[in-house]
């Protein structure tokens, strides 16, 4: 809920526009105390500073607070927060304390929160917010103005945009606090509004949401049902946040592991231990395809050690721009900066970056081999034919590392799954078991009739 | 700019509140066009439209457009633009255009213009715009709600927090449009006003200021110097636009490579190959140090080439299992969750971490070599020892990975790098140096007397 335009709550004493900077500090290190801090801390601020602290909070903040209090102490917090921001609490505390908290709240906000559980939590519909600023057409702008000046006293999100409604619940149009503040008294709501104006669907996905947002500059979206009723408004501060989880998301799937549901210092250990492990082991049964793979080439290892050495070099050249590649177009695809149709234009620039990294790589090892002062003592007097073999391996390595990098973001979202679970690791584990049938490929070819 | 109160230009003729969805369509579409067909797509527009398009996007597609204007065609776009968004486009065009972008502007905006260049881009100075609404703190109510209706009108930023300024420019403190609103007309504006406030001062770099926004819940926060003067105000919009912007940063610098200024289809190629490269070669030189710690158990591989066959497994587990941490440890660091004095507590959680993976990885690695039908055929007749030193060696590996990949954040910060470029790649080379020597060294241990 956004709380910046005023004290709309009684308790929230000198509302959050001015805070006392102590509190600020302790909100600010919040995420880094312990639980037992937390709760000394909290019980130590005075009522109006422990409200204040509270409504800044996380949901997840939020519940662990709440966790031990007694339902009359419950009931006194639970209260306090918006009917948004209780459905937050409620997602967040499991559905089993769902009809709990639902028991605490007044007949209205029971309702509206009810209401909004009914939506996913990462949609248009579980972000919004239903106490928007309603005007008729017909008012006039004075009219407008006296009946804002009521609501902005009680519980209304804001009251900068003001939704044009007709008898039907149909959003008309829109109309800026500032619009309506300047316009000429005797006009009517109908004459200065916007009827063309961006809506977004109850079921529209926060990441789509966040996109509008950056594109408008806009305050607050409205949001309206199938039949075009207008259900709630969704605000910008409450996409600031969503903006950040996305990103959050993103990053620890990139990292090779599910994602968080809480952050890392709170996340219990057991539950840390899964959400890596699961990934970890999948992977590991992966990689276990390179031995596998090498036991096809356990002769030429036999025949020559030599080549053994350069694997782990090998391989993670592959690996490291293929995790490049991935990460490049993750991002770029959940910016809107990529989209599916575009494949083909990535596939075409990431065949040429291929090649030009691979020929600088296969480079830079060519040339450490041929300068290497003991290189007739450590490869033998094929060096010249091992230096062009790493050569030529690199290259192909390289080339199809950022191939497979830059297109599994693609095939991931063409198969409706998450484009960033193409991560580094899994992304390296592919082209660890591939690369390694290239370097032997490329090595039986080049060093037949010599080493092998 | 937040242009999302009213319609302060008069150019923008309906006003970014209300869009055409055409528009809407075209400017989602923007980052996936090309060059060419953006000029088109721009040059159809109706004069009105195109100019709503101008003012949505990001600076960097701006200084596109302007690039082949002639000087007059670029005036009447500059003009259209706040002060601050001039010198993101100045920041975006580089020094060069400087002095020409400035003679455009008329000499009030000039001015302005001049000042926010004087600093840097990332941080408070460089983000604020200088067009707030100033009040008086004796001004009454009714008199501060006159005034404003003639700044609503101007453009001012936003009208919706008024800042209470006195004679020295000193900042006194706030009062938000909706409670000047409510509040009784006869009550001077100092009544009602909020002295205690939040400031943030000029050099504060933008990621802490998106942090304070996060807690705060506010539209805008006051920038304050060294003296308490006010000299301007960061808006939430702005500050939405910088989270996506650090996110890919971090995400790209996650990814192994240098950060991009410009979208990926946008950046130049070379330039792509060039950010791309240098982490690639730096990454494969440390990568060399695989093929110089082999040179040393080149004899053991010799003796048992099924010891070769298991490198790529074991290396990959330990980067694998070390980016995981580091990406979480780099991410947690950024959201303010975890600080430097938590290395300790971090260093405890991932020791134990590690254990758990490494026995988890290490049983899988072992079952599958004791439950493999060829066994003895494929591992010789000492499987079961090759099979324990797997075990082992890949508890080292990973317990190893994860401590490096969790602590390698903790030192850049402490040698004032950004955590962010221990990336999955960086760790992963790391672990593969370091992974190869705990691999030999118990495999040395545990296969004296049988096989080596």
Not at 16 to 25: C, E, R
Not at 82 to 109: C, F, R
Not at 153 to 170: F, L, M, P, R, S
């Amino acid at each position: 809920m956004d709380n910046s335009e005023n004290i709309h709550n009684d308790a929230s004493d000198d509302g959050t526009i001015a805070n006392d900077s102590a509190l600020v500090q302790l909100a600010s290190n919040w995420p880094s105390l312990t639980v037992g801090e937390r709760k000394e801390q909290f019980n130590a601020l005075s009522r109006t500073d422990a409200e204040e602290l509270f409504l800044s909070l996380s949901p997840h903040d939020q519940a662990e607070l709440l966790s031990e209090a007694s339902a009359l102490e419950k009931r006194s917090w639970v209260r306090l927060l918006a009917p948004d921001d209780v459905a937050d609490l409620i997602q967040e505390m499991g559905t089993d304390s769902k009809d709990e908290v639902l028991s605490l709240l007044d007949p209205q906000t029971k309702r509206e929160v009810s209401a909004l559980l009914a939506y996913a939590e990462d949609n248009a519909g579980g972000l919004m917010s239903s106490r928007f600023v309603r005007l008729r057409p017909d008012m006039t702008v004075d009219e407008a103005i006296s009946y804002l000046r009521i609501q902005s006293k009680t519980q209304v999100e804001t009251i900068y945009y003001c939704y044009v409604i007709d008898a039907n619940q149909h959003l008309q149009g829109v109309v800026s606090f500032r619009e309506l503040f300047s316009a000429s008294p005797g006009k009517t709501v109908k004459d200065i509004m916007h009827p063309d104006i961006v809506k977004i669907p109850v079921d529209l996905d926060q990441e789509q949401i966040a996109r509008i947002f950056q594109q408008q500059s806009l305050l607050a979206l409205p949001v309206v049902d199938g039949d075009g009723h207008m259900k709630g408004i969704v605000t910008l501060d409450d996409i600031a946040d969503t903006i950040q989880e996305e990103a959050t998301e993103d990053i620890q799937k990139i990292g090779g592991m599910e994602t968080l549901d809480a952050p890392y210092m709170k996340t219990p250990f057991f539950e840390l231990i899964r959400k890596r492990g699961g990934w970890l082991s999948i992977l590991f049964v992966g990689e276990m395809f390179t031995a596998t793979a090498m036991g096809y080439f356990q002769v030429e290892i036999e025949r020559a050690v030599v080549l053994a050495l350069f694997i782990p070099l090998i391989i993670s050249s592959g690996g490291n721009s293929g995790s490049q590649a991935s990460t490049l177009i993750i991002r770029a695809m959940a910016l809107g900066e990529v989209r599916m149709r575009d494949w083909w234009r990535v596939l075409g620039r990431e065949l040429l970056s291929g090649i030009c990294l691979g020929v600088l790589l296969g480079g830079i090892g060519l040339t450490r081999i041929l300068l290497w002062p003991a290189k007739e003592q450590l490869y033998g007097p094929h060096w010249l034919a091992v230096g062009m073999t790493i050569f030529f391996a690199v290259i192909g390595v390289v080339l199809w590392g950022t191939l497979s990098g830059s297109m599994l973001p693609f095939i991931l979202k063409k198969l409706r799954l998450d484009p960033a679970s193409a991560s580094a690791p899994m992304v390296a584990t592919i082209v660890d078991v591939t690369g390694l049938v290239i370097y032997f490929s490329v090595a039986s070819v080049m060093l037949k009739g010599s080493l092998l």
